[in-house]
């Protein structure tokens, strides 16, 4: 005698429930994440990010095209006293013009495939006119014993503006609207870079 055979039926999710639970879980997510992570803290670290790449770039610019680079930070013009910057830049630069002064409108600078048309191209780079870096301003910038710039030779090593005498290094500090501060700094002749967090801001 055959027995009879049980049947189970087996329940799925529908495709319903499964947009539903989705979509549940997308405006968590939008609601909650701003609120658990610090806007101002990922502009701050963006921007440390950037000045640290373009002075790796520069160095390496200078080294497969046997040039001579130079990283040069950029002067708010609205600041009177003239101690903050909004910026930097990456230029062609010689020996021969080593100790001329910046001029924006003489300066030979690379080119930037990925820059927009503000710049016309030019490799310069503006934490007041880009949103990725939030209120964050270059407070302070000291290389080579008080320079605004970082000169790299065809070798890669940073040389200072007196003779092509070897770079000493320096500091660049950077702070976001909340009070983060970093401090990225660039050792002598070799121009590896570090960064440390000064204060976490309030």
């Given at each position: 005698?055959?027995?009879?055979?049980?049947?189970?039926?087996?329940?799925?999710?529908?495709?319903?429930?499964?947009?539903?639970?989705?979509?549940?879980?997308?405006?968590?997510?939008?609601?909650?994440?701003?609120?658990?992570?610090?806007?101002?803290?990922?502009?701050?670290?963006?921007?440390?990010?950037?000045?640290?790449?373009?002075?790796?770039?520069?160095?390496?610019?200078?080294?497969?095209?046997?040039?001579?680079?130079?990283?040069?930070?950029?002067?708010?013009?609205?600041?009177?006293?003239?101690?903050?910057?909004?910026?930097?830049?990456?230029?062609?630069?010689?020996?021969?013009?080593?100790?001329?002064?910046?001029?924006?409108?003489?300066?030979?600078?690379?080119?930037?495939?990925?820059?927009?048309?503000?710049?016309?191209?030019?490799?310069?780079?503006?934490?007041?006119?880009?949103?990725?870096?939030?209120?964050?301003?270059?407070?302070?910038?000291?290389?080579?014993?008080?320079?605004?710039?970082?000169?790299?030779?065809?070798?890669g090593g940073s040389v200072s503006s007196s003779g092509g005498a070897p770079g000493t290094g320096g500091e660049i500090e950077l702070e976001g609207g909340d009070g983060h501060?970093?401090?990225?700094?660039?050792?002598?002749?070799?121009?590896?870079?570090?960064?440390e967090v000064l204060e976490s801001g309030s």
């Amino acid at each position: 005698m055959m027995k009879p055979r049980l049947t189970t039926s087996k329940r799925a999710y529908t495709l319903v429930e499964l947009i539903v639970v989705v979509a549940v879980l997308g405006l968590s997510g939008t609601l909650l994440v701003p609120n658990l992570v610090d806007r101002s803290t990922f502009a701050i670290q963006a921007a440390s990010r950037s000045v640290i790449s373009d002075l790796i770039f520069a160095q390496s610019d200078a080294l497969a095209n046997q040039e001579y680079r130079r990283l040069q930070f950029i002067k708010n013009e609205d600041d009177v006293s003239g101690s903050e910057y909004v910026g930097y830049c990456i230029m062609r630069v010689t020996p021969e013009d080593f100790s001329f002064p910046y001029d924006s409108g003489t300066a030979d600078h690379i080119l930037d495939p990925m820059s927009n048309s503000d710049v016309d191209g030019r490799y310069i780079v503006d934490f007041s006119k880009d949103g990725r870096f939030g209120d964050v301003r270059i407070t302070s910038v000291s290389i080579d014993s008080g320079m605004d710039y970082i000169t790299f030779d065809e070798f890669g090593g940073s040389v200072s503006s007196s003779g092509g005498a070897p770079g000493t290094g320096g500091e660049i500090e950077l702070e976001g609207g909340d009070g983060h501060r970093y401090l990225v700094t660039i050792a002598p002749f070799t121009g590896k870079t570090t960064v440390e967090v000064l204060e976490s801001g309030s």
